[in-house]
């Protein structure tokens, strides 16, 4: 993944800082920690980013997250329908599943997605070892 680094897609795979890319946004790195899925930092602990530029800042990530959703339904009905040749109820019931399995994930993409709209990676902190 470092072959990226410095590069939007680092920030929104990893879930890094889209500043300086050095530390995770998220308070638990695992997203299948129900409880704390989308708590967050308040800043970051290098650049001292502020993640929330302003109050509901994320309320946008809804908009992406519908987006990101609809990639992994097309991507499970092409694999599932097209593909294996499933009948109708079986690709939408596991696109039901795969939508609600992957939910921590689509929400946490969502956010990085979000942020990294709004915010770009600084050479000058980002790439400092």
């Known amino acids: 993944m470092t072959i990226f680094k410095g590069t939007k897609i680092y920030s929104i795979l990893t879930g890094s800082c889209p500043v300086c890319h050095r ?3 998220y308070l638990r790195k695992n997203p ?7 708590k967050m930092h308040e800043r970051c602990g290098y650049c001292h980013t ?3 530029i302003e109050p ?15 990639v992994f339904a097309g991507m499970v009905f092409v694999l ?11 690709t939408f ?4 599943i795969t939508q609600i399995l992957l939910l921590p994930i689509i929400l946490r993409l969502s956010r ?3 942020i990294n709209i709004f915010m770009t990676f600084d050479k000058s902190i980002g790439l400092q070892d």
């Open 112 to 114: 990085n997605i979000w």
């Open 80 to 90: 599932v329908y097209l593909i294996f040749n499933f009948g109708l109820i079986t």
């Open 23 to 25: 530390e995770s946004m």
């Open 32 to 38: 299948y920690q129900i409880a704390e899925v989308l």
């Open 93 to 96: 019931i596991a696109v039901v």
């Open 56 to 70: 509901s800042f994320f309320f946008g990530a809804m908009y992406v997250s519908y987006g990101v959703g609809l």
């Open 50 to 52: 502020k993640y929330k």
